[in-house]
């Protein structure tokens, strides 16, 4: 039976921020269906409010699946503020959830927030990838952050498209303040539903959240966790074949 496949970005992205790896994933799965879908505040939703609790991401990204005519189980592929936002998807509403894959994500029930934003970023992060109207630069520093794999021209080059997204569907200041209290708010439950499989996808080169974070929550739940040795907190765009490889894998591990 083909599946559906939903992929969720973090905070202040975009369904384009994904850059190659939707294209690269369906042809790995050419019999199922994968689809983005943009947090309210991102994207083709940019002129929105972000909302302040996770539980009204949800609430938007399943309104924005009925409106196309899809109705689920879903398999949730979630980096981020997407995989809080996936997290309360299947504690809300487990039957509309196949499969979860929670990458480089966090949850103040089970790390300090200096765990979850690690302070060595909290300067720059503010500087440049909040407060500058400089669009490249911004870019810039938030790729320089989150990617460990690719090389310093080819994120230059990268800032450059990702700045243009900026321009033609901007974030504002106060969508993007109105998430990060969303992330820091966001308290994960003590339990998941065990009808639903799910693992925990890190790089253990993130140097945005540190790869511990990933650690507490698949103990906490007794899941089980992936991790990239290099790869930073963007995983999708330092090791595409690697994350395709573990998310297929883990279908088929926690289905048996």
């Known amino acids: 039976m083909a599946r559906t496949w939903v992929l969720l970005r973090g905070l202040v992205r975009e369904q384009r921020h994904w850059e190659d790896f939707p294209a690269q994933f369906q ?3 050419p019999s199922d269906r994968v689809i983005c879908v943009d947090l309210p505040g991102n994207g083709v939703f940019y002129r929105e409010d972000s909302p302040t609790r996770i539980a009204a991401m949800v609430a938007h990204a399943r309104e924005q699946l009925a409106n196309q005519g899809e109705s689920g189980p879903f398999y949730l592929v979630a ?4 995989a809080m936002t996936a997290v309360q998807w299947l504690s809300q509403a487990p039957h509309e959830v196949a499969f979860a894959a929670l990458i480089n994500t966090s949850s103040s029930r089970f790390s300090p927030f200096w765990r979850r934003l690690r302070p060595g970023n909290y300067a720059r992060l503010i500087r440049e990838g909040i407060i500058s109207r400089n669009r490249v630069r911004k ?3 938030i790729l320089e952050i989150t990617s460990n794999l690719r090389d310093t021209a080819w994120l230059h080059q990268l800032a450059e498209r990702w700045a243009e997204y900026a321009r033609l569907q901007p974030v504002s200041l106060r969508n993007s303040l109105r998430q990060l209290l ?3 708010r966001f308290q994960a439950p003590a339990a998941l539903p065990d009808t639903v499989p799910v693992i925990l996808i890190s790089g253990e080169g993130d140097r945005l959240v540190h790869p511990s974070c ?4 698949a103990e906490a739940w007794q899941l089980p966790l992936r991790a990239h040795p290099q790869a930073g907190h963007d995983l999708p765009l330092d090791a595409p074949q690697w994350l395709i490889n573990t998310l297929l894998g883990g279908v088929t591990e926690t289905r048996n």
Request: a positive charge; aromatic letters at 0%.
């Open 139 to 141: 870019e810039k520093a």
């Open 79 to 82: 980096l981020s503020l997407g």
């Open 182 to 184: 969303a992330a820091m």
């Open 214 to 217: 990933s650690r507490r929550m």
């Open 27 to 29: 042809a790995a799965v």
